[in-house]
C-alpha cells in the first residue's frame, strides 16, 4: 500500500511517503495559499496514486484550516485519515541536529515532520 504523509503549511506543505512499514521525507512544495496547496497535492497524489493519506491536525487556529484542507480532499476522492503532529517539527529538528546537519540547511524541516507524523500513524495502526 502506498502512502502519503502530509505536514501542512500555508506557506510550505511537508510531504513523507511510505510503501509499507518505514516513512521517508520527499519532499517539502512551497504553497501561495491554502487552494494552490490543495491543487498541488491532489496533482502529487493522483500523478503517485498513493492509497491513503495521512495529514497531521494541529491544534489551534490552524487546526481548523487543515480539517478544511481535509475535507477538500475528501471530497477530491481521496482516503484521508487525520493524525496527531503534536512536536513532529520540534522532532524534525531535533533529529537533523543529531545528525550534524548544517544550521543553514535546518531551515526546512516540513518533509521530516511530515515523516515523523506518517511514521506515528504507521507505528500505530
Known sequence: MKYLGIDF??????????????????????????????????????KEGYEIIVVGLPEGKIGQ???????????KGFNVVEADETLSSQRALSQMIEEDISKKDRRVTDDRAAAIILQDWLDTK
Open 9 to 46: 503549511g500555508l506557506r510550505r506543505v511537508g510531504l513523507a511517503i511510505s510503501e509499507g512499514e518505514i516513512a521517508s521525507a520527499y519532499k517539502t512544495i512551497k504553497v501561495k495559499n491554502f487552494f494552490d496547496a490543495l491543487e498541488q497535492v491532489v496533482q502529487i497524489a493522483k
Open 65 to 75: 484550516t487543515v480539517i478544511g484542507f481535509i475535507k477538500a480532499l475528501r471530497k
